[in-house]
C-alpha cells in the first residue's frame, strides 16, 4: 500500500483547507484509513478515522465538529476537509491506513501499518 498526502499550506486563522491522500490499489476496501497529525516537539496525535465500509468516522475531540474526513473509492482518495482552523492546527498531517475494528483501534497510531509522507500545515493568527 502507497499513500501520497497533499493539500497541505499556509491559511490563516479562520480558514479552509482540504487534505488529500492518493492511494494505491483497494485501499479503502481493505483498510480503515485516517489522519492524524504532529506538531513541532509533540507526539503524533489521532485527527479522524474512517471505517472500510465508510459508514462510520471518528473524530479527536479537538477537531470534532470543524473537520470531515472522507473517502472515494473510484479515486482511491482520502479527504479531510477543514474549516475554522485555528493557530493550534499547525501540524505536518499524515494519512494512514490498516486493519481497525474499534474505537480504541482507529485512534491508536501504532495499529497503522501504511503511513504517507505528510504534509504542512500552517495556520497563522
Known amino acids: 500500500v502507497q499513500l501520497q498526502a497533499s493539500g497541505g499550506g499556509l491559511v490563516q486563522a479562520g480558514g479552509s483547507l482540504r487534505l488529500s491522500c492518493a492511494a494505491s490499489g483497494r485501499t479503502f476496501s481493505t483498510y480503515a484509513t485516517g489522519w492524524f497529525r504532529q506538531a513541532p516537539g509533540k507526539e503524533r496525535e489521532f485527527v479522524a478515522a474512517?471505517?472500510?465500509?465508510?459508514?462510520?468516522?471518528y473524530y479527536a475531540d479537538s477537531v470534532k465538529g470543524r473537520f470531515t474526513i472522507s473517502g472515494d473509492s473510484a479515486k482511491n482518495t482520502l479527504y479531510l476537509q477543514m474549516t475554522s482552523l485555528k493557530p493550534e492546527d499547525t501540524a505536518v498531517y499524515y494519512c494512514a491506513a490498516g486493519y481497525c475494528s474499534s474505537y480504541g483501534c482507529y485512534i491508536d497510531a501504532t495499529q497503522y501499518s501504511f503511513w504517507g509522507q505528510g504534509t504542512q500545515v500552517t495556520v497563522s493568527s
Open positions: 474512517i471505517s472500510r465500509s465508510g459508514r462510520s468516522t
